[in-house]
């Protein structure tokens, strides 16, 4: 009638999800984490369409992603929109839009889901979720301190330890004054950051090779401070710069996050951090990538839409995040919602089943009825393949006594009880 | 230097909507009494991307979709894909994906976002989310009737009286059996059926020449059982499908679903469903749309992916229960998830107040510490701003004391008390 003979094929489309109700359950897993502490911390949830218009990310996201990575498309009224690839962008939109209603600070998180066109590979898919955090307005050292102390929280909301991972940071603007300092140009400080992002991913001889066709001689020098510990830190001691990440670094161990490692190679990927830089990794070798990162972007509202607004925050995705939870063991074994089956034996009145499902229900107990008219035993079966934990036997008898049998599936007590001591039981 | 002098402007994409966090809140408010609702009957969450492969619906929605409404484009590997427009064709591949693991019946939800290409209005937008319930590999007529209770007890949950609204109700299948009876040829049946559809937008004489051009003599007969309020049922009698559906009709009124109406012309626009077909209307003459509606589909996921299993269920828009819940007022006062501001006197150790913080927090208290540094008073004015209940002065004085002040700015009652009092004050 519709297919015709052909069938289709079951698969999703490329490097994206399909979550059935067991996958689902770690992604709401994961989302409840997520939320709770960032709730805790005063952050107020906010979302956005996953379409945006393409002039958004041609202006301002560096060229690799709008050129390669950009899920873009022309729409019926030939309008150039985009599957947002992050969200940082949309917020600061939304930032701008109501720049003179919204109480500043403002302290807000999403969830959104984002697109990006690239090969399917652990860690990385076309489409992932990313818990979105940021605080708008403050240019005190607490706004970006207080964002990684919540992030720690999650951490340890999730059951990691301070061994488990290294919270690695940096300073964009201690870096572009370190530049300054070593006379490069300014014009050079992009690319030059660039350079130093790959350090650890090249060889030294092909490092220094690249910088000296930057900077001359110069790379030398910047080789040895960024290889000595303190290095940066010593020649840039009398800075506001080095001062404010120092005051930055100070609050967070006097918090209690002493995995914190100042790393002046990292500079993530986006052009638009100003000033403190972050990335989360595991210290599992298994699995060492990136967490999670962020940074502050204080030009960015205003070079995008001309409202002059600070902003620190993080972006710290579903996949990553599942890849470490695993690796360190962490998933809880997560039981379906369900916890009452209803069996029902033959012959029973249905009407009167699905009124006592509607009491229990009242009591806000979870409650499936098994409509399929199959065996007892087959019914309980089935319940037991769910990984529903109890089951409540309702037939004529059950009914006219109000007593049921009541079966706690995982240690396989049975009892025969009213439905007051159900939902004792199941609570 | 990134936008250069040309600022862009502030608006999302045309029909989509930005979620301020007042928006978010209500958007929040109705996912969770869906949620509450639909797991307490025992209905496990599943979730996909919101690509698919456009193939999924050339073969089977009805045509206006595929050409006119569909959001589709090529990615870069030239695969076309598709913005989904509805669930349904997602979770049918879904459960013929994994047909042999699934324990049957499976009672699923989903709240995912849908596309359509349309001209945005009233209780229409190009994207909106719809709240998706399904029953898979069940006949029972209580599978039926269990998909509509559940909305119904949705109904009530959101504080909405019998007579706010009607279920209006019809058959696929007693329709192309009346057809039958009628001796109107099975390849018209489609065509009458939409026919059926438009009866009530369109002019008594319009509808009888269209429906004359189609099957001559028979429509007079054809209007005079549609219009008499049994006529359909009277005729039928004898059939299965009238007693199926007046079986679920029965079991409905049982259960206190006295607001049911048997409506012969309703039949839905999609091609897919083969047995009931409902829909939930507003009766306020102000917003009388359809709210929410579905049906059963046993033939779809054989038809498209070879898997035998039947299937009813129904999609509910937030944009139609926004109208809905607003027309009637029953959308409560929400308050921000925050509950406590700590406003912080000059000159007091920020790092002490971060700690009285992280001991609510550990209580399940929501806290956000005011970092403006701005006077006292006006950091109470911001919490009164953001619309945060209490209040909370952590000063050098009150770091000593461990007596803080503490403010309830609904009744403006403020007291001097420890942590622990704070604690119980908000919950």
């Known amino acids: 009638m519709f297919g015709g003979d052909k069938k289709l094929g079951t698969e999703s489309y490329k490097g994206v999800r399909d979550f059935y109700p067991e996958e689902q359950a770690v992604q709401n897993y994961i989302f409840s984490v997520w939320k709770k502490v960032v709730e805790s911390w005063g952050y107020a949830e906010y979302d956005a369409s996953i379409l945006e218009p393409l002039e958004l ?16 498309f022309k729409d019926k009224g030939d309008r150039e929109v985009v599957l947002r690839p992050e969200m940082t962008p949309t917020v600061a939109r939304m930032v701008a839009g109501k720049f003179n209603e919204i109480p500043m600070p403002a302290r807000w998180y999403s969830i959104p889901n984002l697109f990006r066109y690239e090969k399917p590979q652990r860690g990385r898919l076309r489409e992932h979720w ?17 964002v990684i102390m919540l992030a720690n929280d999650i951490m340890k909301k999730f059951g990691a330890k301070l061994d488990d991972y290294e919270i690695r940071i940096n300073s964009r603007a201690l870096m572009d004054a370190l530049y300054k300092k070593l006379e490069i140009p300014e014009e050079k400080s992009k690319i030059i950051s660039r350079i130093i992002d790959k350090k650890d991913k090249i060889s030294a001889e092909t490092f ?18 960024l290889e000595s510990k303190d290095g940066v830190f010593e020649l840039m001691s009398d800075s506001i710069e080095a001062k404010y990440l120092a ?39 298994e699995n060492s990538r990136s967490i999670f990162g962020g940074g502050r972007y204080d030009n960015l509202i205003n070079d995008l ?18 890849d470490f939870l ?95 001591d159900v939902i004792k039981c199941v609570k």
Do not use: C
């Not at 990313?130 to 207080?146: I, K, T």
């Not at 638009?272 to 972050?278: A, D, N, P, S």
């Open 130 to 146: 990313q818990l979105n955090v940021d605080m708008f307005g403050s240019d005190s050292p607490y706004a970006d301190a207080e």
């Open 326 to 420: 695993k690796t360190h063991n962490l998933l809880p074994k997560l039981s379906p919602i369900t916890q009452v089956w209803i069996v029902v034996p033959p012959e029973t009145n249905m009407d009167e089943v699905y009124k006592i499902a509607a009491e229990l229900r009242e009591k806000e107990v979870k409650v499936g009825v098994d409509i399929s008219g199959r065996k007892l035993g087959d019914q309980i079966i089935s319940a037991e393949k769910r990984g529903i934990p109890h089951v409540l036997v309702v037939g004529t008898e059950e009914l006219k006594s109000k007593k049921y049998k009541f079966k706690n599936l995982a240690t396989r007590e049975e009892t025969s009880i009213g439905l007051n």
């Open 57 to 72: 990310y041609k202006s301002k996201t560096n060229e690799e992603i709008v050129n390669e990575q950009l899920y873009s």
């Open 208 to 225: 220094k090779e690249v910088l000296e066709k930057e900077v001359g001689e110069t790379a030398e020098k910047l080789i040895v401070i």
């Open 305 to 322: 839409f001309g409202k002059n607004v600070s902003a620190v925050g993080f972006g710290w995705g579903d996949v990553t995040t599942r």
């Open 247 to 285: 005051d930055i670094i100070s609050i967070l161990e006097k918090h209690g996050i002493q995995n914190l490692k100042f790393t002046p190679t990292l500079t993530r990927g986006f052009d638009y951090y100003t000033g403190i830089v972050f990335e989360l990794f595991g210290t599992n070798s």
